[in-house]
């Protein structure tokens, strides 16, 4: 018997060794998937009360449990929970009262990244009110388009975005938008300065009827994404979508103690998931007006930071930077974002000291996505038989020719095997909806699969290709369609193509992303038709593009075709076009660069092509 005792014994302790041998990420999995069950309950709960909890009411909370902890860091600026609570009851008074805003309309918000940022959104929140998040570097057709397509009834702006209001001011006027600047004085006829009129407002709290019809489903958000094709699409944030962004923080292991680095944009939802999971936890973050490389480790220093956010292309950036003795000393302890590659990855580790590397996937207005909460690298997430079960997703067999998904004699989708890329499309569910985009029914059913495993179902096209490893990995592959991601942006070839049409003397137009070496996504390229008689015109097209054209979707490259190849569903082809990219020494056609210097497209040689692939030539 003692035998048989010190057999089981020994068993018992060499039994989580073996566990651990076979099933290496077996405890990180059931920690994460019990926090992932735990958080969904707990967002269920919230929505479920009457009145819903909204994430005003956990900012609310926040400034009352804890007033005096600063909540915003800015510049040499400090604003805590109770002044952030004053001043966005002072901005909802001025926008009820005087602007006259109701519950359940939209004002749009055309600003940097300013403290304001956060008040506004809030002071909407306080009366029942959305905010539309606009990129501030669009203009002209697709400024337009973007506030007529959240019905905004107000513009909220800053003088030093005049320009661009007073090129699409009469316009608005017409179709009764009404646009005001956060600012004591106004530089434009017909714009009123508010600054004065909400410094002098009462910052009393304002009464819960105000926003008395706020329900689960209302959106206090709108994020403008490209999707894959066509003008930017206002996607519907609503509460849940805005809890579940707030709660990957908690899950990344973001706590009350951390001061958060955002130097994102707001307008994009990854930075608004950082204000989000901030408020969630009750932190701190730094609000940076704009990404510096040189500022970067040095804000860090100042302020203390813990955790920052970043795009793959951001982690490139600092990595390239000229290394300092002082690289390693900082208090960041996570980094939190998506789109890091491999080998930036392995640098910015070895460079910046033990890290722990959060890559998320997940887009703005899908249903569903991934977390590496392992710190694999080069993953964008880490799934297993359960969390399937629960996120309801599938990777499915893609055709890039014809540029739609594979079915087999029933008309169904095929699973892609371990190992094989595939179409990441998400069951849409009760607890897993899909709530698509405001005001355009179309573009929220164009990006909706029919008939995917079973008649009747119905998937979100996130179109994405991803592929899985034995050990539930994800991995990023790219993106289908006609869309590609240039410095953090997604640009839309369709609205850019449909900018260059309008030019004199292009006939036809394809526009693409090509890879660039030493650089995350891929940068703009157009292939022109030219109308026949007509010779091509670089300066004109220079002017063209940089007065329409937000700098990201600007094409760096230029190829003249005598024909376009279309594939079978007459699509335009573009894979050959990005498989050819921009050599000269293999493409006869003639090629041109944008030069920045000389204000015009270029003939493209040997040389600017060898500047650019040895990374002399900064794009």
Request: net charge positive; charged share 25%.
């Amino acid at each position: 018997m003692p035998g048989l005792y010190t057999a089981v014994l020994g068993l018992l302790v060499l039994l989580p060794l073996v566990g651990n041998f076979f099933f290496p990420y077996l405890w990180m999995d059931l920690v994460f998937l019990f926090s992932v069950i735990q958080k969904g309950y707990r967002i269920e709960k919230r929505l479920q009360r009457k009145p819903p909890v909204t994430i005003l009411d956990v900012f609310l909370d926040k400034a009352q449990k804890h007033p005096e902890k600063p909540l915003i860091l800015f510049e040499d600026k400090s604003f805590s929970y109770r002044e952030v609570d004053r001043r966005s009851s002072q901005v909802a008074r001025v926008l009820q009262g005087h602007v006259g805003l109701k519950e359940g309309e939209t004002a749009a918000v055309f600003l940097k990244n300013i403290p304001a940022y956060l008040w506004v959104w809030l002071g909407l929140g306080k009366i029942g009110c959305a905010m539309a998040c606009i990129n501030y570097n669009i203009r002209l057709k697709s400024l337009l388009h973007v506030l007529s397509s959240c019905e905004a009834k107000v513009l909220l702006t800053t003088p030093d975005l005049k320009s661009a209001i007073e090129d699409v001011l009469p316009t608005l006027q017409k179709e009764g938008v009404r646009v005001f600047y956060l600012s004591d004085d106004s530089p434009t006829e017909g714009v009123e300065a508010l600054l004065g009129r909400i410094k002098s407002s009462s910052d009393e709290p304002v009464p819960l009827s105000c926003r008395g019809n706020t329900t689960p489903t209302s959106s206090p958000i709108y994020v403008f994404t490209s999707g894959t094709t066509g003008l930017p699409k206002a996607a519907i944030i609503n509460q849940k979508k805005m809890f579940n962004a707030s709660n990957l923080f908690v899950l990344c292991g973001v706590h009350s103690k951390d001061t958060i680095y955002i130097p994102l944009p707001l307008y994009h939802m990854a930075a608004l998931t950082g204000v989000l999971g901030c408020l969630e936890v009750g932190a701190t973050f730094v609000l940076k007006s704009k990404f510096s490389v040189s500022q970067y480790w040095d804000d860090c220093r100042r302020y203390r930071v813990s955790v920052i956010q970043y795009i793959g292309e951001i982690m490139r950036y600092l990595c390239n930077a000229p290394k300092k003795e002082s690289d390693r000393d900082h208090s960041v302890r996570i980094a939190i974002g998506n789109g890091m590659r491999s080998e930036v990855w392995k640098e910015f580790l070895r460079r910046f000291g033990p890290i722990q590397i959060r890559e998320i996937y997940g887009c703005t207005e899908g249903n569903g996505g991934f977390l590496n909460y392992t710190g694999k690298v080069g993953a964008a997430g880490k799934t297993n038989f359960i969390y399937k079960k629960l996120a309801q997703y599938e990777l499915i067999q893609y055709d890039i020719e014809k540029d739609e998904p594979v079915r087999d004699e029933r008309g169904l989708c095929i699973p892609v095997a371990l190992g094989e890329t595939g179409l990441m499309v998400g069951k849409i569910t009760r607890l897993t909806p899909f709530d698509g985009y405001v005001g355009d029914r179309k573009k929220t059913e164009k990006k909706i699969l029919q008939d995917v495993l079973k008649k009747g179902d119905a998937y979100f096209n996130s179109g994405d290709l991803l592929i899985q490893d034995h050990e539930g990995f994800i991995y990023f592959q790219d993106r289908v369609g006609d869309t590609f991601r240039w410095k953090g942006e997604n640009v839309a070839t369709t609205e850019a193509e449909s900018i260059l049409e309008t030019l004199d003397f292009i006939q036809e137009v394809n526009v693409y992303g090509v890879p660039v070496p030493g650089h995350e996504g891929k940068i703009g390229m157009a292939a022109i038709r030219l109308k026949e008689g007509l010779s091509f015109d670089g300066k004109k097209l220079y002017v063209h593009t940089q007065d329409y054209l937000p700098n990201y979707a600007i094409p760096r490259f230029i190829r003249i075709r005598e024909a376009m190849e279309i594939t079978v569903t007459y699509k335009q082809s573009k894979n050959q076009l990005v498989k050819e990219a921009f050599d000269p020494a293999t493409i006869s056609d003639p090629l041109f660069f944008l030069d920045d210097l000389e204000k015009c497209y270029v003939p493209m040689t040997q040389q600017i092509y060898s500047s650019i692939t040895e990374k002399k030539l900064k794009l």
